[in-house]
């Protein structure tokens, strides 16, 4: 049978019948999940409190984020909150949803990530993977609507998979003057839920 310590991690949305597929499949694959996703929103589940079912409890970890956060948000929370996480429990791969309607242009989030950000999470994940499983990291592209974002954004996570440093990001930041919402609330709360202090 196959088996696998799979790392789960989605940027946008809450791992959309991904996280259920691994449950009916849980006697195979060992898995943990860590989602930041736009509260509320699609598909309606995942509170902060959700933290797996019957023998899978324990595995998820919900981070659920109202409209506004972007690359500085993301970049703590990976920092605070998934690579500790992701430490704990030693995957064997990880599989990466990347939602591009967290781009700060695309209309449907109402998130604040820049390509610049998006590549900080991609430099991040690539390097966990060195660290935790010898490189093993799938990245599945699942939304943006933007195709200015969205083509720029996977090029980008390609070239840094290829080792490449340099990446394009013709939108830039956003320009609106509007800060971010403060993240250190909830990455206390995650901390305390987890029974982890990073």
């Not at 694959?29 to 860590?34: A, G, M, N, P």
């Not at 989030?109 to 390509?115: E, K, N, P, V, Y």
């Not at 080792?163 to 956003?174: A, K, S, V, Y």
Request: include cysteine; charge should be negative.
């Amino acid at each position: 049978p196959l088996t696998a310590h799979l790392l789960l991690i989605d940027f946008v949305e809450k791992l959309l019948g991904r996280v259920d597929l691994f449950v009916a499949l849980k006697r195979s694959l060992d898995h943990h999940s860590v989602s930041a996703f736009v509260t509320p929103f699609y598909p309606g589940t995942g509170a902060i409190g959700d933290t797996g079912v019957d023998g899978g409890a324990g595995t998820t970890l919900n981070i659920p984020l109202p409209p506004g956060h972007g690359d500085a948000s993301y970049a703590a929370l990976f920092e605070h909150v998934i690579a500790p996480a992701a430490r704990r429990f030693q995957p064997q791969v990880l599989l990466v949803s990347v939602g591009f309607d967290a781009h700060w242009v695309d209309p449907l989030a109402g998130m604040r990530l820049s390509l610049a950000g998006y590549a900080q999470l991609t430099r991040g994940l690539k390097d966990l993977a060195q660290e935790l499983c010898g490189g093993r990291i799938i990245f599945v592209v699942e939304g943006g609507y933007n195709l200015d974002a969205l083509s720029n954004g996977v090029a980008n996570i390609a070239r840094i998979l290829l080792g490449d440093t340099d990446i394009d990001d013709p939108i830039g930041p956003p320009d609106d003057g509007m800060r971010e919402p403060d993240v250190q609330p909830l990455i206390a709360r995650l901390r305390d839920l987890h029974g982890r202090a990073e």
